[in-house]
């Protein structure tokens, strides 16, 4: 017979214990199952290029309108047009497009940086030129766009190059 002095509140602690184990146990298995998530983005992967596209930002504070060549993107030199549409309230001006650039995510590589420009009067409207695009495939563009040196946020959209 144990003494009297080990059952005291700590009589509780293997209860709590095996608890805490169970817990460990469901978080280990909720992030086992979401695995599987990042495997289904593979079917996001597009099976052809619209003419025109409407992609909303990460963190909701923009959307961007892109208009593709009429042929789709190719395997070369590709110019497209990208509208950006500012959630950030009133101060639409001041939200300029300020980078785009592409990769393939199946191979980690062939990063392309378009060259932003202004087009017409319309700050909002941008040329992007300059997506010389070296392999036919699904690749993934983020067109980053910023009002202010605090405030940015980006917009990716998947895109399939013939
Ligand atoms: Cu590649």
């Given at each position: 017979m144990y003494p009297a002095f080990d059952r005291g509140p700590l009589a509780a602690r293997p209860v709590f214990s095996r608890a805490l184990f169970a817990l460990?146990?469901?978080?280990?298995?909720?992030?086992l199952g979401a695995?599987?998530?990042?495997?289904?983005?593979?079917?996001?992967?597009?099976?052809?290029?619209?003419?025109?596209?409407?992609?909303?930002?990460?963190?909701?504070?923009?959307?961007?309108?892109?208009?593709?060549?009429?042929?789709?993107l190719v395997v070369g030199p590709n110019q497209i047009r990208i509208r950006v549409e500012p959630k950030w309230g009133d101060e639409a001006a001041?939200?300029?497009?300020a980078a785009v650039?592409?990769?393939?995510?199946?191979?980690?590589?062939?990063?392309?940086?378009?060259?932003v420009s202004a087009s017409g009067a319309a700050s909002e409207s941008y040329e992007v030129g300059s997506l010389d695009l070296s392999m036919p495939g699904h690749w993934q563009f983020t067109a980053h766009v910023v009002r202010d040196a605090t405030d940015s946020d980006d917009v990716t959209f998947d895109v399939l190059v013939r």
């Open positions: 460990s146990l469901a978080l280990f298995l909720a992030l695995t599987p998530a990042c495997v289904s983005s593979a079917e996001e992967v597009p099976t052809e290029t619209p003419s025109e596209a409407h992609y909303d930002s990460v963190k909701q504070r923009a959307s961007i309108v892109v208009d593709f060549p009429a042929d789709g001041a939200v300029q497009l650039s592409g990769f393939m995510p199946a191979h980690s590589h062939n990063r392309v940086e378009g060259q």
